[in-house]
């Protein structure tokens, strides 16, 4: 069993900055990658940011290009999200997304996990 926990979330405004935080729990056989996405409010989800974990590779939507930076540390099994120069358009329910192999009958299978999701307000 996989469990995400986010935080870091909250109420800022335009042009501040936020970290957020996304923390697995449980034992996996390997982490292939760790994602964030978010939906505002009458809006599909969307593709925020990602990380390989095995070679730090990152990709971001080219809405946060320049002003998101996605990182993670091995040894917390933590990926972050550091958020600057923050405008309205950026809120949203934040979600982060594990991409991982489990051990299954078959080998080695992929899965996939989500977190609950983290409120970001930001005021103009």
């Known amino acids: 069993q996989v469990q995400l926990v986010e935080s870091g979330g909250g109420l800022v405004q335009a042009g501040d900055s936020l970290r957020l935080s996304c923390k697995f729990f449980?034992?996996?056989?390997?982490?292939?990658?760790m994602n964030w996405f978010r939906q505002a409010p009458g809006k599909e989800r969307e593709f925020v940011a990602g990380?390989?974990?095995?070679?730090?590779?990152?990709t971001y939507a080219d809405s946060v290009k320049g002003r998101f930076t996605v990182s993670r540390d091995n040894a917390k099994n933590t990926m972050y999200l550091q958020m600057n120069s923050l405008k309205p358009e950026d809120t949203a329910v934040y979600y982060c997304n594990l991409e991982l192999g489990v051990l299954g009958p078959h080998g080695v299978e992929e899965d996939e996990y989500w977190g609950q999701g983290i409120q970001v307000t930001v005021s103009s």
């Open positions: 990380i390989d974990w095995r070679t730090t590779d990152t």
């Open positions: 449980g034992r996996t056989f390997a982490t292939y990658a």
